[in-house]
């Protein structure tokens, strides 16, 4: 098992270490795996805004552009034709694209497994007390974020993202919240750092760990 930092409730940086799950935080990572979930999250977060116009839907076109014979140019038969400059376009985007993709359950879970695992490995896992927002201000935890001391991109994981955490966190720079069973490949390889409330790994060990 992997020991990692902890941290008291306010801040305080502990002697003390804890393990972590084996099965969840000490697996061999498979890349391919991990890169196939991080694309699917992705795909699934696309949208299809881009369009072009068709034959049918580019204005004029309506009259003949020149006689049939006696000019010494190609016949053509409208202005709208794909191979005109102002024509329609042939297989240009609809905005009916769907781009999304799926794995299946027990691949979206080892590839979180091993997306956690290969943080952890880089030493970017980290144990807090608790995490809590009694009146959902914002300034206490900025405070708490500066005593951690844990620069660039932090994914704090609680075990409940209510309302109060919610206020209390969506405004602080560079820190994403995210609840124990909802934790993805994207959010996890873009953290910088990961801090996890203790009650937080029950609910990831009971989602991940081995049944």
Known sequence: MANVTTYSKTGAKQEATIKLEQSIFGIEANHELVNQAYSMYL????V?????????????????PHPQK???RARAGS???PNWRGGGSVFGPTGNENFTKSMPIKAKRAAIRQALSLQTEAGKIAVIES?????GRVKPTVELLGKLKLEGKLLLV??????????????????HVVSGNYLNVYTVMNADHIVFTKDSLEIVKQWLGEK
């Open 43 to 46: 795909s699934n977060g696309r």
């Open 48 to 64: 299809a805004g881009a369009t072009t116009l068709t034959r049918g839907m580019v204005a004029g076109g309506g009259k003949k």
């Open 70 to 72: 006696g000019t010494g």
């Open 79 to 81: 202005r709208t034709q």
């Open 131 to 135: 995490f809590t927002s009694a009146d």
């Open 158 to 175: 609680v075990s409940e993202k209510n309302s109060l955490v919610e206020r209390a966190t969506r405004n602080v720079a560079q820190l």
